[in-house]
């Protein structure tokens, strides 16, 4: 699911009741298209001559970008919510998941059978499928001796024929390697691995992998060039 304001106001209102004893103001509700996080509670910090930090104007944020099991939205929320009551009651906690938030989220997971984590960014792989835009990429395919049988390896290499040659030249002679082949495509499949030359790859299977190949464009090498395969 992909929440609405209403949404998360009623999950707010719902878990500052249940858990939070209804002590938490309600404060502004801001929906994002930010790949980073999955939500965030903001605040203004005013530093006291005595070293102490005190809190104020808070703001929930909460990511859309990703369609996600509302399980999730709402330990997502309760996340934020215990960062709220414990900058808003000023309580010392030692870092942004200090004892004190520990403590109250391990309370909330065995008293409401939520399942609430010390961190929620999003990964990787969550935010390349939330990026659906065609990117070009150029594809390496390994078949290799040390993955079981339907397994291969890919890399997402550079679009630069000299890097692309570079990584073939030397990767070709690695003992495990049987065969690399080159392909050109934009598939949104592809923008959750890294871009680099190093030897790493990337285990996939090897029928996935042909339904996303099925329109590429293969390349060849031709000398030290690189050119469409026929």
Do not use: W
Request: glycine residues 4%; charged residues 25%; hydrophobic residues 35%.
């Amino acid at each position: 699911m992909r929440p609405t304001i209403e949404y998360i106001q009623e999950r707010f209102d719902r878990y500052n009741r249940l858990m939070f004893g209804g002590r938490l103001p309600r404060i502004p509700i801001k929906l994002s298209d930010a790949k980073s996080y999955l939500g965030q509670c903001v605040s203004r910090i005013t530093s006291l001559p005595d070293g102490r930090k005190v809190h104020s104007d808070f703001e929930l944020r909460i990511s859309t970008r990703l369609d996600l099991p509302a399980e999730t939205v709402d330990d997502t929320v309760i996340h934020e919510m215990i960062h709220y009551f414990i900058h808003y009651n000023g309580l010392p906690d030692t870092s942004a998941h200090g004892p004190i938030f520990r403590s109250i989220m391990n309370g909330i997971n065995a008293s409401h059978g939520r399942h609430i984590t010390i961190s929620h960014h999003s990964t990787p792989e969550q935010r390349a499928e939330a990026d659906s835009r065609p990117k070009l990429h150029v594809i390496a395919v390994m078949k290799l001796r040390t993955l079981p049988a339907g397994r291969v390896g890919i890399k997402i290499l550079p679009r630069t024929a000299e890097r692309v040659l570079q990584f073939h030249r030397r990767t070709s002679s690695a003992p495990d390697v049987e065969s690399i082949d080159l392909y050109l495509h934009d598939d949104p499949f592809f923008n959750r691995y890294p871009v680099s030359v190093s030897l790493r790859y990337h285990p996939v299977s090897a029928s996935e992998l042909a339904q996303h190949l099925a329109s590429a464009r293969r390349l060849a090498i031709s000398g030290n060039a690189l050119i469409y395969a026929r």
